[in-house]
């Protein structure tokens, strides 16, 4: 949870000194987070598959399933740098920027997509050590690279340089991104099932599909989700993709904390279904939700005191009122989150990406392609409601799968 909420604010810090540039970071955005996204699928796979395997007690499957998520990352590390870069030539052409702006998101891009290798090793790294009940070093290892990437902003941003703002936020975020890498190879030697490929442990077709079978759902399911705000420009326009660019960089912070309870219950889930404890999994879960509930609660009573100081923060003076409307979304946001962890623990990456679609573009695309002649604030409350709607759907589609799951994994409920 402090890994991630070290992330956003070093966002969320990058993002203060480039205000002027918003819309330019907003085109940018949405293939980086394409590119983190497919490296997160990845580290999330292999982190469920590894939990389930660790609770069923095998040790070369363990280490057979750590293997095979680096096998995976590294497999994927050339091609998607390559789109990431290629990208930079032709995604800023969708939005309606100036000259200046264009340039800026093209360098940014380069420079963070050359920088994606770094990236996607840690992450997958990082979630391999959580699953083993290593969550502080991971931490540390975050922290230290959102503390090395702030800094490096002040000291760019302070002193007379060359390259543009656009240019110095990429350079911060891509030494920070390797500050991580560095602490994330040192931790991985030190873990009891380390994530370094071993010729004695080389990860099967089974080990894979276990891993994907996850990763897969979650790719296309944060894939989209990156592609969101590209499209809501493509319907609404550039002023509302500025808005919504400035609302999704203060809703990443303010969602961290449940985002950071997500991933820490998804592997001592997964190690309670794959050993059949039932009765674990239940209390495991309600405890890390009613604890997200009532932080989901406080961030959004904040959000609601507090959302002209923060629309400021981005030069955007208006839409208050909107911005009110889509932190409602925080609390059933919150309970999707948690839902969407036990979906994940239990190998049913399906189900937790069509629950976290629904709540994003399935309900949002349709509904800005429908009121997109009406002004922007009703689709705004589209993507407010959408949260509660998929909630609403799911509640009783987790309950069901709940008690319909067997005491042993993969096997039938002995009467």
Do not use: C
């Amino acid at each position: 949870m402090f890994a991630m909420l070290s992330t956003a604010i070093g966002s969320i810090v990058g993002s203060f000194f480039i205000a002027r540039d918003i819309s330019a970071l907003s085109a940018a955005y949405p293939i980086q987070a394409l590119m983190t996204a497919f490296a997160i699928a990845v580290g999330i796979g292999s982190g469920s598959a590894l939990s389930r395997a660790i609770g069923q007690g095998d040790e070369a499957l363990t280490k057979r399933t750590a293997a095979g998520g680096t096998a995976l990352i590294l497999g994927t590390l050339l091609p998607v740098t390559a789109l990431g870069i290629a990208a930079a030539f032709l995604l800023p052409a969708v939005f309606d920027l100036n000259a200046e702006e264009v340039d800026g998101a093209k360098i940014y891009l380069i420079i963070i997509s050359a920088a994606f290798p770094m990236t996607a090793v840690h992450t997958v790294f990082n979630r391999i050590a959580v699953s083993e009940g290593e969550t502080v070093p991971p931490m540390i290892a975050a922290i230290s690279g959102t503390a090395v990437t702030v800094a490096i902003d002040f000291l760019l941003f302070n002193v007379e340089t060359p390259l543009s703002g656009m240019a110095k936020l990429a350079v911060a975020d891509a030494v920070g991104q390797g500050v991580t890498l560095i602490a994330a190879l040192i931790i991985a030697k030190r873990l009891p099932i380390t994530p370094f490929i071993d010729k004695r442990y080389l990860p099967d077709k089974k080990v894979f599909a276990e891993i994907i079978k996850v990763s897969l759902p979650s790719a296309v399911q944060n894939g989209i989700d990156a592609m969101f705000s590209t499209a809501l420009n493509a319907i609404l326009g550039g002023a509302a993709i500025a808005f919504y660019g400035a609302f999704y960089k203060v809703r990443q912070q303010a969602l961290t904390p449940i985002y950071g309870l997500n991933q820490g219950t998804v592997p001592i889930l997964g190690a309670a279904f794959g050993n059949g404890d039932k009765a674990r999994f239940k209390k495991v879960f309600v405890i890390s939700s009613s604890i997200a509930l009532g932080i989901a609660t406080a961030v959004t009573i904040a959000a609601e005191l507090s959302a002209d100081k923060l629309l400021n923060l981005f030069d955007i003076t208006e839409e208050v009122n909107y911005f009110r409307i889509l932190a409602g979304g925080f609390v059933p946001a919150a309970a999707a989150l948690m839902i969407s962890a036990a979906f994940v623990a239990t190998g049913q990456g399906g189900k937790a990406m069509a629950l976290n679609l629904l709540r994003g573009a399935g309900i949002g695309i349709p509904a800005a392609l429908i009121l997109r002649n009406l002004p922007t604030g009703y689709t705004w409350i589209a993507l407010a409601a959408a949260e509660f709607v998929a909630v609403a759907i799911f509640i009783p589609i987790a309950v069901k799968n709940y008690k319909n799951t067997p005491l042993k994994a993969g096997q039938k409920k002995q009467k």
